[in-house]
């Protein structure tokens, strides 16, 4: 992820992360990325079931649970492990998790394990009495997944009332003093929705608010050709700088970022170099410390069914399951060839990520993506907007 308001906006300096000694266990929420020992942030998908049938969801969720999940018990002992393997946070996915009849018994349980417990949610099911539990068990934020305005999102969702539903979680969040923000899933059937939602954040005063880049991925594969061109990205991505900025200079502190395109890093640099913005050497600085596509080392995902994966997206290739063995014991075993390489990729990239100059970066970008488009793990991916010209040279 590429932290705009950080980076941009000057809210994280170099030194912020230094003073904590850069160790995932001791960096606070905001500094997490800046970790120098990359212990993984876990996306475990609680639960495959959802209320809703969001056209790009990357896990293909489903209306009835399936048999198949992890047990409370077995949930339990994966929260243990994860606890001693040093894992920082633990965000709740699904499916939409809040269909887990134990999702605030499990959250209580890694909050007490040491761990930060987040929630990714399509927030339709927050009403006052859930909001309220879920602060007492000390989950620190609720991302709630909006990708769009009203009748778009409801397109999105393919529910009607899905919006309102939504913004009724945000506010009985907000009324228990939950920490929430919004995630939305840039493409061309919303991305004129961004201005707008924008004023909504604002509005309801939200305290962040995430922008995806589509990834090709579950129900996301089917909108290939809906992902922004390369011109469009660029244009996007400056709307976003530009907006983010301008609430900056007001005075309103959000927190605004964007993920899973890492060439977003560069392209940030290289505007503020056009800008001869003199925060560019510090804020090269904190990219590098960032480094990029973090898949198989600082992010993991676990499946409803005990499956590790490398990312929430990309579930072609599994590592094995923590019933069989334990999460940390998976995911330090560099006997699997392609666990040993995502754990040192940018040596493997190939095309222009190999010639880049921001691979340090950058890490390669998304591999999902890459496999999807050339069925080539190490292949370039297709949704770099970076020019050659941009790439090579120094």
């Known amino acids: ?19 904590y000694g850069r160790h995932s266990k001791d960096l606070p929420a905001h500094l997490q990325q800046f970790s120098s020992d990359k212990k993984p942030v876990v996306v475990w998908n609680i639960t495959r079931a959802c209320n809703l049938n969001c056209i790009h969801c990357y896990a293909k969720a489903v209306h009835r649970t399936n048999d198949g999940e992890l047990s409370t018990e077995q949930g339990i002992n994966l929260i243990d492990d994860l606890a001693a393997f040093g894992v920082p946070v633990l965000l709740f996915s699904g499916g939409e998790p809040l269909l887990r009849p134990d999702l605030v018994e499990l959250g209580r349980y890694a909050v ?29 934020y609720v991302g709630i997944s909006l990708d769009g305005l009203e009748m778009v ?21 907000q009324n228990a003093a939950l920490k929430v923000g919004l995630r939305f899933t840039i493409n061309r059937l919303n991305v004129d929705q961004i201005p707008g939602i924008f004023d909504f954040v604002e509005e309801m005063n939200i305290e962040r608010l995430c922008f995806y880049h589509l990834v090709y991925s579950g129900r ?14 660029r244009q996007v991505v400056d709307l976003i700088i530009d907006r983010t900025m301008d609430m ?3 005075g309103l502190k959000k927190e605004v970022l964007t993920v899973d395109n890492h060439a977003d ?44 994966y490398a990312d929430q997206f990309w579930r072609q290739h599994s590592f094995g399951n923590i019933l069989a063995r334990p999460f940390s014991e ?36 998304f591999r999902a993506r890459a496999e999807a488009v050339t069925a080539d793990i190490w292949g370039e991916d297709p949704a770099c907007y970076l020019a050659d010209e941009e790439i090579e040279g120094s």
């Open 220 to 233: 996301g594969s089917n909108l290939v050709d809906q992902d922004l061109s390369h011109d469009e990205t």
């Open 265 to 308: 890093g560069a392209y940030l640099y290289l505007r503020m170099l056009r800008e001869h913005n003199p925060r560019a050497p510090g804020v090269l600085e904190l990219l590098k410390m960032n480094g990029g596509n973090s898949s198989g080392e600082g992010i993991a995902c676990i499946s409803w069914d005990g499956q590790v």
């Open 112 to 140: 007490d394990k040491g761990m930060r417990a987040v929630i990714s949610t399509n927030g339709t099911l927050i009403n006052k009495r859930v909001a309220i539990k879920l602060k007492d068990v000390g989950i620190s």
């Open 330 to 365: 998976i995911w330090s075993d560099v006997s699997n060839p392609l666990m040993a390489q995502l754990k040192d990729k940018k040596r493997y990239v190939t095309g222009r990520c190999a010639l880049c100059r921001w691979l340090e970066i950058c890490g390669g970008n």
């Open 153 to 173: 999102n409801d397109r999105f969702r393919r529910m009607k009332g899905a919006f309102r539903l939504a913004f009724d979680g945000i506010k009985n969040c």
């Open 248 to 250: 900056h200079t007001r």
């Open 1 to 19: 992820m590429i932290g705009i308001s950080k980076l941009y906006c000057g809210t994280v300096e170099p030194s912020d992360p230094i003073r």
